[in-house]
């Protein structure tokens, strides 16, 4: 039986430059303009179509890939952005599998939707590569000044929508860069050539949007100040925080946050300086965990198992990714939760599962151990908002089960702040769903300001 | 067993299937390999007098397609053969000498005079070619010079062409048509009249099949202009079906041979041809989208479906469907029917839904019971087909007949037993009234 007794296997350079070079290239490569007009040419253009019903930012798809397939990418680029200017990246990372090509009704005719995400991409890059402004001009100035906290999708679509509007705004962002996880976080292979770093430029090209980098809420810029100097505030820093296992022992050498070795991955320049174990569990089952994984392995780990705490049927990575993930090697062990993290003079070497099981919709542990081997061990178990980021320097938000509480119009408890995002109540940890709750507050924000 | 051998116009094949005069049989080169292919037969691309003419040394052709390049219309600026006669009458020879059971009809194409047909004529006898069909449909750069289709616009001139020929050749006389006009009875009967052992057709629809909108010119563009072409290909066997259905009706020509020719593809094109009444089929376009190969797969096709169906020769289908073509005033008014929509197989595009809101008659819900769910709503529902045909599933939405005696929701009237039609229709202002009015 393999022990935990042998020195933890962590190296970095495992692989060639020409399998790093592989193994982290566009996952989906842009369609040739053939493909995309024959891939057009499948859509239906249905009547009320269920793809735009299910699209978060109720893009126009039929029209939008009309125009592709009439030979006017531009217009069909122009389409999707009059609904969600963040179209480009989320054509690269939205679970399509589950929204739009989900409901299409080829998926329903012969399981084979129209490929409306990559469709999506042809679309956005083909503007793109002609256009480095987007296609919308900024109304007369208003006067009025906005903050935006957070330069992820929400506080991006806040801002470019509000700046359309002809207001100001101000970008408050943590990191040294804007784009939120669509820089930081997001599998390597999903999102390549620095797409996120182009797609912010394209979207700041409106103008009047101004982008103060390392301004974190709570440390140096607070709540109070802004709502004192500013006409609105839009709260999009999404969830700093992240989970931990519970277990003893976290701060092990050699157990890490999923998201900030993803975060890494995102911002090396080399693959080969990123050390990496032999053997790799990952607790956890969301697009997190998929991401962490598959990337893991692409680095050149030999072993990696996700271990899921329910069956895979409940694993909130889609089906698409779950696929991903073992076509890729990774092993998906469920009905497993950590107990115990097993270490060797302070370096991980194992982790013990224990085996669960569903006992009428609760899930107890059977006592049955597995210990798995491990030089690293991810914990990719969620990630929580920051409370004290953002209450203290004033009255304080309304808060529910850890997130902030938004009306319809993602007005917060405070009458002139609003939010969107991961950080709601009843953010969807999706970017679509983002750019929506951006959309909707700034409409929200100009209306209110506008009075 | 099918048997797929042909006799037209004592014109024997071993198969219905010829190749249309074109470029595919300009040369004993290609000819040699079409019938090594399968065909049953080629009439040889028109043979016109010395010197031959030039064709255009840019582009003659153009198409139309589908996203996925299917090629659906097709269009050329190509003359008559423009190579020496001498020697196209030399491979001419050779070939049938060679190919005994195939069919060698050659097309021509000479001036409005007796003499230069007769000329002609003698020449092509002497290749001891099957028969002769005269190119009166060539739509562009021999019109002008007062052959092709400036013949075949003016019946006068089909028949005394036809005429001549007839009298000067003991070869078969086929006819080919232009579309490039009102009436196709017209030329039809002219040619019979003439003395012709068949018509063919169609031949090609002057057509500009599209712009350059940067050049701001007609395609296929030479130097930057464009001139009209002749369309064919599959885009036009609707416009042929009917052509060849008119001559095929009409009493002034019925039972004169025809050899049908437009956008044949598939056995099932040929066999659509026949059953209006073509005695065998012409054709080109497929065999220059596909290469030659394409007649076995209509060789196989036409003996698998006339075996299904059990026919055993051509003759027992071709001209069958001829009886049911009718016209719109024969129609019968009191049959009704109904759109249906199979739920089952129902993908809830909406397609039907829209077609029929926007355009139509607004008998098709969107909705039901706050579900998305598409039905036909028989009280508005006036047949029309509409949804049958805008619908992307095959056989989703079928046009289902009302039984006599059942009441019609849109009518609230009884659906009548009787035949009845727009003659005698009482809104028919030129109805013949019943005696006793």
Known sequence: MTQSNRAPDVAAGRLSDEDYARNFADLHPLLSPHEATVEADRCYFCYDAPCVQACPTSIDIPQFIRQISTGNPTGSAKTIFDQ?????????????????????????????????????????????????MTPFTRKAETGKKIAVIGAGPAGLACAHALAVEGHDIDIYEAREKAGGLNEYGIATYKTVDDYAAKEVGFILSIGGITLKTGKKLGENVHLAELRASYDAVFLGMGLAGVNALGLADEDTDGVLDAVDYIADLRQTKNYADLPVGRRVVVIGGGMTAVDIAVQTKRLGAEDVTIAYRRGQDRMNASEYEQHLAQTNGVKILTWAQPKELVAENGHITAIDLER???????????????????????????????????????????????????????????????????????????????????????????????? | MADLRSDFIGIKSPNPFWLASAPPTDKEYNVVRAFKAGWGGVVWKTLGEDPAVVNV?????????????????????????????????QEIKRVKRDWPDRAM???????????????????????????????????HGMSERGMGSAV??????????????????????????????????????????????????????????????????????????????????????????????????????????????????????????????????????????????????????????????????????????????????HLNLNYIAKAKINQDLCISCGRCHIACEDTSHQAITNMVDGVRKFEVIDAECVGCNLCVNVCPVEDCITMEPMAAGEIDPRTGKRVDPNYANWTTHPNNPMAVREAAE
Request: proline residues 5%; glycine residues 10%; aromatic residues 4%.
């Open chain 1, 84 to 132: 969600n200017i963040l179209g480009g990246m989320c054509a690269r990372v939205c679970p399509t599998e589950t929204l739009c090509e989900q409901v299409c009704v080829r998926e329903v005719a012969e399981g084979k939707p129209v490929k409306i995400g990559q469709l999506q991409r042809y679309a956005t890059d083909h503007y793109m590569s002609e256009n480095d």
């Open chain 1, 356 to 451: 669960t099981r569903d006992d009428n919709g609760a899930l107890v542990g059977t006592g049955t151990i597995i210990r798995l081997p491990a030089d690293m061990v991810f914990k990719a178990v969620g990630q929580t908002l920051v409370q004290t980021d953002l209450n203290g320097s004033g009255p304080n938000i309304q808060i529910e089960k850890g997130r902030i509480v938004v009306d319809a119009d993602r007005k917060t408890s405070l009458e002139d702040v609003w939010a969107g995002g991961d950080c709601i109540l009843g953010g969807e940890d999706l970017t679509v769903a983002a750019v929506e709750d951006g959309k909707i507050a700034a409409a929200s924000i100009h209306r209110a300001l506008s009075a």
């Open chain 2, 57 to 89: 040394n840019g582009p003659r052709y153009g198409a139309i397609h589908s996203k996925d390049r299917q090629l659906i219309g097709f269009n050329n600026i190509e003359l008559i053969t423009d190579r020496p006669l001498e020697i196209n009458l």
């Open chain 2, 105 to 139: 009809v050659v097309s021509l194409m000479v001036p409005c005079e007796e003499q230069n047909w007769i000329d002609i004529l003698k020449k092509v006898e002497d290749t001891e070619a099957d028969g002769i069909e005269l190119n009166f449909g060539c739509p």
């Open chain 2, 152 to 329: 075949g616009q003016v019946p006068e001139y089909i028949e005394m062409v036809t005429r001549w020929c007839k009298k000067h050749t003991r070869m078969p006389v086929i006819v080919k048509l232009t579309p490039n006009i009102t009436d196709i009875r017209k030329p039809a009967q002219a040619a019979k009249n003439g003395g012709a052992d068949a018509v063919s057709l169609i031949n090609t629809i002057n057509s500009i099949v599209g712009v350059d909108l940067d050049a701001m010119a007609p395609t296929p563009t030479v130097d930057g202009k464009g001139a009209h072409g002749g369309y064919c290909g599959p885009a036009v066997k609707p416009i042929a079906l009917n052509m060849v259905a008119e001559i095929a009706r009409d009493p002034a020509t019925h039972g004169l041979p025809i050899s049908g020719i437009g956008g044949v593809t598939t056995w099932r094109d040929a066999a659509e041809f026949m059953a209006l009444g073509a005695g065998n089929v012409q054709v080109c376009t497929a065999a220059m989208t596909y290469g030659f190969k394409v007649v076995q797969e209509m060789i196989e096709g036409l003996k698998d479906w006339m075996d299904s169906a059990g026919y055993t020769s051509t003759d027992q289908f071709i001209g069958k469907a001829v009886p049911n073509c009718s016209d719109w005033q």
